[in-house]
């Protein structure tokens, strides 16, 4: 069986190891690449990512590969984002003053917001149940074979907001307040949550967005 290549961008930020044991699991050839060949001739792409939007944006403008990713994304193949990575599909950020990001799906990335009345504070660190907003939205999406409320695991203090609802994927509740935990248009898709540090439901992710690839 030929192996579908999997494309890590690599952008000097976040650490990528456990994304690429995660991927281990499966029958895929990955690789860490910045390169646009590598990117582009690749079958899926994962844009990975911790820590702020604008030093984030920053890297893809320093290794030029903003125009490679919407190209890939043009071609239809599956592109996944996680945690910073899906924050940075999104217009802009309101991080450390707005910062544009790739526009690949309408809205903005802001603070969260939580209730004061809770024992809850940032950033949200924890195991938390992802929920569909509506019946049949994970069909045919990364989220397909995993089952209503099942625990991810979190790190972040901002979440994306996009514009459009039908571009949510997945919400999930800290602070008696809905976040959007999953995002999903077209063939981009975004993760707020670590499917790599999220256990078998992370790993059931991960494998249904290798078997996307037509």
């Known amino acids: 069986m030929i192996k579908k290549k999997i494309a890590i961008i690599d952008y000097g930020i976040g650490n990528v190891k456990s994304i690429l044991n995660a991927l281990d699991n499966f029958n895929a050839e990955t690789i860490l ?6 990117i582009l001739n690749a079958d899926g792409v994962i844009l990975p990512g911790v820590g702020a939007f604008k030093t984030g944006m920053e ?6 590969l903003i125009p490679v990713i919407k190209q890939y994304v043009k071609t239809g193949k599956p592109f996944l984002g996680i945690c910073l990575g899906m924050q940075l599909l999104l217009d802009e950020s309101e991080e450390f003053g707005n910062t544009k990001g790739l526009g690949l799906i309408k809205g903005k990335v802001k603070k969260l917001v939580i209730d004061e009345t809770t024992n809850e504070r940032l950033p949200h660190v924890s195991w938390n149940e992802i929920k569909e907003p509506e ?3 994970w069909q045919n999406s990364i989220l397909e074979n995993v089952q209503q409320f099942s625990d991810v695991y ?3 203090s901002f979440a994306a907001a996009p514009s459009t609802e039908a571009d949510i994927l997945a919400t999930c509740n800290y602070g008696n307040k809905d976040f959007c935990a999953a995002v999903k248009k077209e063939n981009v898709f975004g993760v707020q949550f670590h499917p790599e540090k999220s256990g078998k439901t992370g790993l059931a992710i991960l494998k249904k967005f290798i078997d996307l690839i037509k």
Do not use: S
Not at 33 to 38: G, I
Not at 59 to 64: C, G, M, V
């Open 33 to 38: 690449t910045n390169k646009p060949e590598d």
């Open 59 to 64: 890297n893809l403008i320093a290794h030029d």
């Open 135 to 137: 019946k049949n939205r």
């Open 154 to 156: 979190f790190v972040h």
